[in-house]
């Protein structure tokens, strides 16, 4: 009810400045794309240039695309999790995109007021370890040793060239503390960045899930929700004045098997309730990668029939009216 399919292909869409279109890439790592909201033209983003597949597509405040992606695949594991770099494309489409020299670990946050980025790298002491041979995908004895790291910086534009500059490490996260931090978004006028954080010890248990909100100044962490072995918990795209934020959630049956909705966590410490959203888990398929309109009406994400066909991947982005709007 209230929804609308706009593709029949595609994962992680991402909402335009003005709100008019959605980027999207096909099967990551792959092409991006981008659809028309109004009149469902898709066009091609990343088919003028030769290329190794990106994961993401983003929109920086200026309307070019921050990509992510490998230079080349030697696996797609080691291409997802230690060869993901971040790349900026022009939005007029007739240049190469330019590699801005940093790896980073899954997602990256941009603001829709400035040229700002967050995002988070695993230090060489962890990427040695999820590449070896003892990496069963979860963290048997989590090692101190081993940490990620939530930076922010700006893309900075010299005679019409993108870099990155004043990259600062924010905050350090042992995997003794959190095993997977990721940025998903900025709120308060980029003075917080919200991230998702999950820790499991176990490949075969439950995971831990947190949404946390870091300070940018004060280097704080503010706690939204903190909860035990409650099966999916991974925050995605906040609302434009940053009040809330959509959170993919659904119970894990057994190992290997969750199913997914969507469903609203307010950003107030005091209240950590799970609001739900849609119901595909009755129907046995997931909504996924949500992400809210720069005015707040739409919500865009993306159905997976089968969760476990990959993390991330998706079958084709839907449109659905944001509740009480």
């Not at 096909?26 to 003028?48: C, M, N, Q, S, W």
């Not at 300070?215 to 009040?243: C, F, N, Q």
Request: negative net charge.
């Amino acid at each position: 009810e209230g929804m609308v399919r706009l593709t029949h292909f595609g994962s992680r869409p991402a909402w335009s400045p003005d709100g008019k279109k959605i980027a999207f890439v096909g099967k990551g790592p792959g092409e991006a794309y981008e659809i028309d909201v109004e009149t469902r033209e898709i066009r091609p983003l990343t088919k003028h240039f030769q290329h190794a597949g990106f994961f993401r597509v983003h929109y920086l405040s200026n309307g070019d695309y921050m990509l992510t992606g490998p230079r080349s695949i030697q696996t797609p594991f080691l291409a997802r999790y230690r060869d993901t770099e971040l790349w900026v494309l022009d939005k007029g489409l007739k240049k190469q995109p330019v590699r801005l020299g940093q790896t980073i670990h899954e997602a990256v946050a941009t603001s829709p007021k400035s040229l700002k980025i967050a995002f988070t790298e695993r230090n060489a002491a962890y990427m040695d370890y999820v590449v070896s041979p003892a990496y069963t995908g979860a963290l048997e004895k989590p090692d101190p040793k081993m940490a990620t790291s939530l930076h922010v910086a700006d893309v900075v534009y010299t005679n019409g060239v993108p870099e990155l500059r004043n990259s600062q490490e924010i905050l350090n996260f042992p995997t003794t503390r959190c095993s997977s931090p990721e940025a998903q978004d900025f709120r308060d006028n980029d003075k917080e960045v919200i991230i998702s954080c999950s820790f499991r010890t176990a490949n075969s248990g439950p995971i831990d899930w947190s949404t946390y909100g870091v300070r940018l100044d004060t280097k704080k962490m503010i706690p939204y929700r903190e909860k035990k072995a409650t099966g999916w918990e991974e925050v995605e795209g906040i609302a434009p004045d940053g009040s809330w934020t959509l959170v993919e959630c659904g119970p894990e049956k057994k190992e290997n098997e969750i199913l997914i909705d969507l469903c609203r966590l307010n950003l107030v410490p005091s209240n950590p309730e799970l609001i739900p959203l849609t119901h595909f888990i009755e129907q046995g398929s997931s909504a996924t990668n949500p992400v809210i309109s720069p005015d707040g009406q739409w919500i865009a994400f993306q159905e997976v029939p089968d969760r476990f066909g990959g993390f991330g991947a998706g079958d084709g982005i839907i449109l659905m009216r944001t509740p009480g709007r």
